[in-house]
């Protein structure tokens, strides 16, 4: 078995279809896959499909934007049974929040000189905005080279497009995770650039809400990273994930697939799921 779970399709910052992706998870060799789309469940009927048709389990997931002590956080939740009423809902606010962002970036662009907004619908058709749907744009019309150059001029703290977002606290997102039956997991862990210290009161307090599981392998984690999280998540007793967050073919250090395996002494987290 191999697990990856945390991928993203073009129904949220992901380049790829649902379909291209589980054709891409077969390439790598993939037998379990989890969608997790940002704050949208919306591509996980078209994955369920394609998955079936390449005989690969989809697991339906999404990743949920959250804010704990002014902080921004990804919760993903996986599992999850994507009609839940509670989920939908909550999905919806983050929704709201994102185009309401949107509005307010734009504006912020067009203070700096930058007309995005036409670019932009072409790059988002009916999708819900993403800041590198805006990095797109912003490549598109010269003001950058790649997104990683657009991610340093634009959209973030101190320069143009960047508009401060609170998003819902960790425990409503885990409510909302737990009643549509799905299991709550802390994406990334290191990307926050927590302090150790930090990061620990952080899991204490999300083991709280009920996150009881972290991802410990990710595709851009070296081996010594990977053996900190290992001895957290030992530690604090933590299900332990694998996630690519995978979002293109053009940002090779996060291939689909590509998440180093998980020590045997951690208890995965698909233990937690059933498999
Ligand atoms: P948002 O949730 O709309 O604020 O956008 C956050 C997303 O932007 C993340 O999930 C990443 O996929 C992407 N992102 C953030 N920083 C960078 C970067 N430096 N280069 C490329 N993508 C980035
Ligand atoms: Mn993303
Ligand atoms: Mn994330
Ligand atoms: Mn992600």
Redesign the pocket.
């Known amino acids: 078995m191999k697990f990856d779970l945390h991928c993203?399709s073009h129904f949220?910052?992901g380049d790829l279809s649902p379909k291209q992706l589980i054709a891409l998870a077969i390439e790598q060799q993939i037998t379990h896959l989890a969608l997790t789309d940002?704050?949208t469940v919306d591509g996980l009927n078209q994955a369920q499909q394609a998955a079936k048709e390449a005989k690969l389990t989809l697991i339906n997931g999404v990743?949920i934007?959250a804010t704990w002590r002014g902080q921004?956080l990804?919760i993903v939740g996986l599992g999850v049974d994507p009609n839940n009423a509670e989920l939908l809902a909550g999905l919806q606010q983050n929704k709201q929040r994102?185009f309401d962002?949107a509005e307010a970036m734009i504006a912020d662009l067009e203070k700096h000189g930058i007309e995005i907004g036409e670019e932009l619908n072409k790059v988002l058709k009916d999708t819900t905005?993403?800041?590198?749907?805006?990095?797109q744009a912003l490549i598109n019309l010269g003001y950058a080279k790649n997104?990683?150059q657009?991610?340093?001029r634009y959209?973030?703290k101190g320069k143009p497009g960047y508009i401060a977002?609170t998003w819902p606290s960790i425990d409503q997102v885990a409510a909302w995770i737990s009643a549509a039956g799905g299991v709550a997991v802390l994406a990334h862990p290191l990307r926050y650039k927590l302090t150790r210290t930090k990061l620990l009161t952080l899991i204490d307090e999300m083991k709280e809400v009920g996150i009881e599981a972290i991802e410990v392998s990710t595709a851009v984690n070296d081996a010594q990273q990977v053996k900190m999280l290992t001895d957290i998540a030992l530690q604090k007793k933590l299900y332990a994930s694998i996630g690519s967050?995978f979002?293109s073919p053009d940002?090779p250090w996060s291939g689909l697939g590509s998440a180093t395996e998980l020590s045997p002494e951690l208890v995965p987290v698909w233990q937690a799921l059933g498999y």
Not at 129 to 135: E, G, I, L, N, S
């Open positions: 993203h949220s910052d940002h704050d990743e934007s921004l990804h994102r962002r905005p993403t800041r590198p749907h805006f990095a997104k990683q657009a991610f340093k959209l973030v977002l967050d979002h940002q």
